[in-house]
């Protein structure tokens, strides 16, 4: 569910710990269970189509530079 998605990457941007796990991960399978850890539940497939509509602005002020913005990307790295 996107929801949850959104809700992961919210949650990211604020846990520093969280977002520790995640910054440079490769790996969508990985992704997915650490966001189940953290109580968020959503699929491979779900994160690999989500997409999120953000002009270059804000896709800049999301935390590192990078966000969920195409199939490639994910969270809040690419790969």
């Known amino acids: ?5 959104l809700s992961f990457i919210e949650a990211a941007k604020s846990d520093p710990t969280l977002l520790a796990k995640i910054k ?3 790996d969508p399978v ?3 269970a ?3 850890e953290a109580g968020f539940v ?3 497939e779900e994160l690999k189509t989500f997409k999120l ?3 270059e602005e804000e896709l800049e002020s ?3 530079g990078a966000a ?7 969270i809040l790295t690419c790969f």
Do not use: E, P, W
């Not at 969920?68 to 994910?74: E, G, T």
């Open 1 to 5: 569910m996107s929801k949850d998605i």
């Open 24 to 26: 440079d991960l490769n």
């Open 30 to 32: 990985k992704a997915v």
């Open 34 to 36: 650490i966001a189940k």
């Open 42 to 44: 959503f699929t491979v």
């Open 53 to 55: 509509d953000l002009s």
């Open 62 to 64: 999301m935390v590192g």
């Open 68 to 74: 969920v913005k195409a199939q490639s990307c994910y």
